[in-house]
């Protein structure tokens, strides 16, 4: 069983930065794709990042160039570093994650199946003010 937990939300300005973490409860994490999402109200859930079991990322036209995914595997956790904010980016952020099923292989070009990984933690909220 995985259990996910995120921390680190908050309020912030626009233009500043904020870190989310979040940590892994379970077995061979190394072994998992792992990947944040996010979903503002009324709207539907976008993936943002997703990192690869050989730390390979990838990121939504969105935030790319702004926002950077990185994993700890002897912490068992994962970051978020968001950089730049905007009120757009004002949202619930989740962590999610996905053990690779045929092959092995994480699909990292873009976060697109990162809503609909196998678990994923009960999120953290970021809101960024104009």
């Known amino acids: 069983q995985v259990h996910l937990v995120e921390s680190g939300g908050g309020s912030v300005q626009t233009g500043g930065s904020q870190r989310l973490s979040c940590t892994f409860s379970g077995v061979n994490y190394s072994g998992y794709c792992m990947g944040w999402f996010r979903q503002a109200p009324g709207k539907g859930r976008e993936g943002v990042a997703v990192?690869?079991?050989?730390?390979?990322?990838g990121y939504a036209d969105s935030v790319k160039g702004r926002f950077t995914v990185s994993r700890d595997n002897a912490l068992n956790t994962l970051y978020l570093q968001m950089n730049s904010l905007k009120p757009e980016d004002t949202a619930m952020y989740y962590c999610?994650?996905?053990?690779?099923?045929?092959?092995?292989?994480?699909?990292?070009?873009?976060?697109?199946?990162?809503?609909?990984?196998?678990?994923r933690g009960q999120g953290t909220q970021v809101t960024v003010s104009s």
């Open positions: 999610a994650a996905d053990f690779p099923k045929s092959g092995g292989y994480c699909y990292t070009v873009a976060p697109i199946g990162v809503p609909n990984f196998d678990y």
């Open positions: 990192i690869g079991r050989d730390g390979t990322a």
